[in-house]
């Protein structure tokens, strides 16, 4: 009978111990940015179209714009823009359409064409973001559609990456990763350029232990690196104050780096990671109880 009794002490002591929260560590700041929406669009000659324009605070969080903009053209021949981002198309062709707060710029594409049968657009597949672990390939396919959203056949592109040494592109869409990081791929039609796809080289590995599930990815995105969970992550519900770290060794957090408090235990997250990690530097993403030290979750993200 004391026996049991010194158990259940033993348990409510760890328990009680772990919530005894101590201060989050300070998440990393990021450059502040715009994004411009939409990334691409084509219009008749002599029609207009309103920009919508989003901003990024130093936290990465979508925050309302805390300055004036300047909106500008790089062909004013093809459309032209005022402040308020309004833009009208002048002749057929492709331009940039420029939005810049401070030193921060962000652009979109715009095609302005004669008539709806006309080559107005050329689409990436897939569109948004292509993620590839180092020496992984992928095909990227690419489609022509007029102004209304027919596709026009017997086309031929031209392939192009931002950064080759990270990211190369064969000229039939053969997409490799070269490097950890970020590149834009883009693919070219008489003229007409698609807009840029994101292609990211990630490490990433499953989280198991404890009952822990998904994935954790760690990419180079707008020179900042990030840790990532996927929408199918979850944690034990036990310990009120997890954290997640990056380290070498998988059962203990001795030189491992924090990066964040666990607030939510599951779904998709991401955080920023201070400058001075590398992509390469740790092996796991570990859940860690602080006080109590124990691990609810580790994720190889391989050598």
Same mark, same amino acid.
């Given at each position: ?29 990021? $450059? ?17 179209? =309103? ?8 936290? !990465?969080?979508?925050?309302? #714009?805390? !300055? ?14 005022? %402040?308020? !981002?309004?833009? @009208?198309?002048?002749?057929?062709? =492709? ?15 715009? @095609? ?5 049968? =006309? ?12 993620? #590839? ?5 992928? @095909?990227? *396919?690419?489609?022509?559609?007029? +102004? #209304?959203? /027919? ?8 392939? %192009?990456?931002?950064?080759? $040494?990270?990211?190369?592109?064969? $000229? ?11 590149? +834009? ?7 007409? %350029?698609?807009? $840029? ?7 990433? &590995? ?15 995105? +707008?020179?900042?690196?990030?840790? %990532? *969970? ?7 519900? /036990? ?27 599951? &779904? ?8 001075? *990690?590398?992509? @390469? ?9 602080? =006080? ?12």
């Amino acid at each position: 009978m004391k026996k049991t009794i010194a158990f259940v002490f033993a348990i409510i002591f760890a328990v009680a111990s772990c919530s005894k929260k101590s201060p989050d560590t300070a998440l990393a700041t990021v $450059p502040e940015r715009l994004e411009i929406t939409p990334a691409s669009n084509s219009i008749l000659t002599g029609e207009t179209f =309103q920009y919508g324009l989003k901003y990024y605070n130093n936290s !990465g969080l979508l925050s309302t #714009l805390p !300055g004036s903009v300047s909106w500008s053209t790089t062909n004013v021949a093809i459309a032209s823009v005022n %402040q308020s !981002g309004l833009v @009208t198309a002048v002749g057929a062709g =492709q331009t940039e359409i420029k939005a810049m707060y401070n030193s921060i710029l962000t652009t979109s594409l715009l @095609t302005v064409v004669n008539n709806n049968t =006309q080559l107005a657009t050329v689409m990436v597949m897939p569109a948004d973001l292509l993620e #590839l672990k180092l020496n992984e390939t992928a @095909t990227l *396919t690419a489609i022509g559609k007029n +102004n #209304l959203g /027919g596709t026009i056949n017997g086309l031929g592109f031209l392939w %192009q990456s931002s950064n080759v $040494p990270l990211v190369a592109v064969s $000229p039939t869409g053969v997409t490799t990763g070269m490097a950890y990081g970020t590149a +834009n791929v883009t693919a070219a039609s008489s003229g007409i %350029q698609s807009s $840029p796809v994101m292609v990211q080289v990630i490490r990433n &590995g499953n989280f198991s232990g404890m009952g822990s599930t998904g994935m954790a990815k760690l990419k180079i995105e +707008n020179a900042v690196l990030k840790l %990532q *969970t996927t929408t199918d992550f979850n944690v034990s519900a /036990g310990p009120p104050d997890l954290r997640i770290y990056l380290g070498n060794n998988s059962s203990n957090i001795n030189g491992a780096v924090e990066v964040a408090s666990l607030n939510q235990r599951s &779904g998709a997250q991401t955080w920023n990671i201070s400058a001075p *990690t590398s992509i @390469t530097q740790y092996r796991y993403a570990i859940v860690w109880c602080l =006080q109590f030290g124990g691990t609810y979750g580790v994720a190889d993200l391989g050598n």
